[in-house]
């Protein structure tokens, strides 16, 4: 077993996540509680790549009907966004978060894996409601997340740092 998963299920473990492991994938499958639902989180040590993955799933899927509308609330979300990447897949609705960090010498610390399982959490839960305006409510894809980014600066880069003019 790769140290960077054995250090997965250690985390897990301390602190008394239930969850389903699958050691020859270096996944680990569990369900946590947001405010706005409860979502599906997959954690993933690749050691072919190096990289330490945390996926988590919307409880809803996407109806084809609202597919476009949700790729452009998706777009909206993601530009700019300094963590992580919502995802949309146009064939079956599965709509989900994903964040990723490069392992160093198959070291995966407590801090990283607190980080990006509390940053999918959070985001799924932030965007969850802009999401379910837009398929059910009708809502723009701008004006939803416009709404849920409302006096939250620091989910994006700001452009305060760029130049006024190149002279």
Do not use: C, W
Not at 8 to 33: K, P, Q, W
Not at 75 to 92: P, Q, S, T
Not at 115 to 141: C, H, K, W
């Amino acid at each position: 077993m790769h140290a960077a998963f054995e250090r997965l299920i250690e985390h897990l473990d301390a602190r008394e996540v239930r969850y389903l492991s699958n050691s020859e994938t270096g996944s680990i499958f569990t369900n946590f509680r947001g405010e706005a639902g409860t979502y599906r989180i997959v954690a993933m040590v690749d050691a072919s790549v190096e990289l330490f993955q945390v996926f988590g799933f919307s409880p809803v899927m996407v109806p084809p009907g609202a597919r476009r509308a949700i790729a452009e609330t998706v777009a909206r979300a993601n530009y700019g966004m300094r963590l992580g990447k919502f995802e949309l897949d146009f064939n079956d609705g599965e709509l989900r978060f994903q964040v990723a960090q490069v392992l160093t010498e198959d070291h995966l610390e407590d801090e990283v894996i607190g980080r990006l399982m509390g940053t999918t959490l959070a985001m799924l839960d932030l965007y969850l409601p802009a999401f379910l305006s837009v398929i059910y409510g009708n809502e723009l894809p701008e004006d939803a997340v416009a709404h849920i980014e409302k006096g939250r600066p620091e989910l994006h880069d700001s452009d305060d740092h760029a130049p006024d003019s190149l002279d």
